[in-house]
């Protein structure tokens, strides 16, 4: 069965426009309470948990999902804003028997989405979603009141979370002395990272961090790291942080505003874990990973994995693998050790464990790395583009002989958003944009 509403990280659209609607919601509560009802092995009614990040129609959709998921005979545990990460632990450490998160991630505030993990914290399999979809659009069958799910507010399972992403910081270890901007995106970590970075001893000062519901994402987070620049600058810091608006996601910034991508935190992650003598296997990454990262890899003997952008392709060859270690450059990383799932903060938080252990500043660490010119171009459409077609594989051959066979081409759609994405990466800055280029103008010129 080809699915209809389920993409690769969830279900996600313009709030208002089909798919997101309360109705929908209400549809998709039940449609999930009932087939998840069914893998449940308890005798007792089934529980999910339902997050969410701070998007104004969270509140709507939550009061949609809970209606379904209660007329299913589901019990309801409402967290309000929260990572998305946290409801994984949580579903995950027997909290709940499943979890969902309300949540459009990184996008505008007039996107929504949820995301549904299993009782290992994991997302749903393919199988799991399509059989939810086949029950969304039939009728939900009234049940007698004793069949209803109970729905309450959880309000102590996000001090739960913080003391879970605190212990994944060495007790041996403090912060003390280092001053951190956090940049919280005025989304689910706003009032989450605060407390826990200054609770193991940093100096922190806050930005985006007062979220009205219409902020989330707005020239804020890891999105737009320009405020996040900015204040490093402006307060003296040792370090930015910028997580997205459901928290699973981060980027840094050092000492000096020079942008720090999630390669280069992962490659930080390793280098600690390789200093440690962490057993990790080898290293995930994406299509979109930096060539000079792989490179690095292989100078240092590590295996090294490329899989389908999007964090769950990564944590499922990771899984294949039984490998720990995994990410994406816009700063989804998975430290399977510690959680089953990208979380921004933890992320964070094995960086700062490698700076602080080895009396290094950010800027000084990443001397090890330097990533390759890499250009990421968006190209709007509402149409469906054929991307194996004989005139785009010329172009891509064209691109590589520009970049004097050295470089690496990649054209994707976006998983979540209207867009056809065209990278181009290589040593040679000049030819990499001048590749990108011309593959950005064929690609319109097909659309």
């Excluded at 930005?207 to 020239?219: A, E, H, S, Y």
């Excluded at 990383?333 to 938080?349: R, W």
Aim: with cysteine.
């Amino acid at each position: 069965m080809k699915k209809k509403y389920f993409g690769t990280d969830g279900i996600r659209g313009k709030v208002g426009n089909s798919p997101i609607t309360a109705e929908f919601f209400v549809k998709l509560g039940y449609a999930a309470g009932v087939v998840l009802s069914r893998i449940n092995k308890r005798s007792k009614k089934p529980t999910v948990i339902i997050g969410k990040d701070t998007r104004i129609s969270g509140y709507m959709l939550e009061s949609a999902l809970e209606a379904g998921f209660s007329s299913a005979g589901v019990n309801v545990l409402l967290t309000g804003p929260i990572p998305t990460p946290a409801i994984a632990y949580l579903t995950c450490s027997g909290t709940a028997d499943f979890g969902v998160v309300i949540s459009a991630s990184h996008n505008p505030y007039d996107d929504n989405g949820v995301k549904f993990f299993s009782s290992k914290g994991l997302k749903l399999s393919d199988e799991i979603e399509c059989k939810i979809e086949s029950l969304i659009d039939q009728k939900i069958e009234q049940v007698l009141p004793s069949k209803l799910g109970k729905a309450q507010r959880a309000e102590n399972y996000v001090k739960q979370y913080i003391e879970f992403c605190e212990n994944t910081f060495s007790k041996k270890l403090s912060l003390k002395g280092l001053t951190i901007v956090l940049d919280c995106a005025n989304g689910a970590t706003y009032h989450i990272a605060p407390v826990i970075f200054s609770n193991l001893g940093a100096n922190i000062i806050t930005v985006n961090d007062k979220p009205d519901g219409l902020n989330i994402n707005k020239k804020a987070g890891s999105v737009y790291p320009k405020n996040l620049q900015a204040a490093v600058s402006l307060h003296n810091a040792d370090i930015g942080i910028a997580f997205d608006g459901d928290g699973d996601r981060v980027i840094m910034v050092d000492e000096n505003g020079t942008l720090v991508d999630g390669d280069q935190l992962l490659y930080l992650i390793m280098q600690f874990y390789i200093k440690e003598g962490y057993e990790f296997g080898g290293v995930v990454g994406t299509h979109m990973t930096n060539l000079a990262f792989e490179e690095k890899c292989k100078s240092q003997a590590i295996p090294f994995a490329r899989a389908n952008v999007g964090d769950r392709y990564v944590s499922e060859e990771l899984d294949r693998r039984k490998w720990i270690l995994g990410g994406e450059n816009s700063g989804h990383i998975l430290v399977k050790n510690l959680h089953s799932t990208g979380d921004g903060i933890i992320s964070a938080l094995q960086v700062l464990s490698y700076l602080v252990k080895n009396k290094k500043s950010l800027k000084s660490a990443l001397t090890e790395i330097q990533l390759y010119p890499q250009i990421l171009i968006n190209i709007p459409t509402e149409n469906k583009v054929n991307l194996k077609s004989k005139t785009v594989k010329n172009a891509i051959k064209e691109s590589e002989i520009i970049m004097k066979g050295k470089g690496r081409t990649l054209i994707r759609p976006s998983g979540t958003q209207p867009l056809v994405r065209v990278m181009t990466e290589g040593p040679f800055r000049k030819e990499v944009l001048k590749a990108a280029k011309f593959l950005t103008e064929t690609i319109k010129e097909i659309i």
